[in-house]
């Protein structure tokens, strides 16, 4: 009993507000459809005047002390190094085993799929009917 008037109210409030909307929407297209009005001109605003902004004050050199004149250490020289010696590359390509495989199973035969007719048979019941 209860479900029932649930349903009842929801099914209310839906038609309540489907029917509110219709007014507003001829509303709209009302409003769509009348020519717009002029709109008023906005009123120009006297500039702001700011007061000038005050001189920038004289401030102290700061007094840095010399930079070292010593000169940088220099690194010391790279060792030399032997350059190493590769290996030389084989002339001629090894010889890969044969590898021998287990026959594979035979396959079982697939059944035939039967020719489909691709002609649609007429019924005389089907056929228009004869012309005078």
Known sequence: ??????H???FLVMAISVV???PKSWAARNLLQ????GL?????LPKATLPPLPA???LPTATL???PSTPLPTLPANPSLPKPTLPPLPTTMPTIPNAVLPPLPSMPTMPSIPNLPTTMPSFP???PPPSN
């Open 56 to 58: 920038m004050p004289n």
């Open 34 to 37: 009348t020519s717009q009005p």
């Open 8 to 10: 009842y109210v929801v």
């Open 65 to 67: 002390p010399p930079l």
């Open 1 to 6: 009993m209860a479900a029932s008037n649930f």
């Open 20 to 22: 509110s909307s219709i």
């Open 40 to 44: 008023p001109t906005i009123p120009t």
């Open 125 to 127: 019941f089907l056929s």
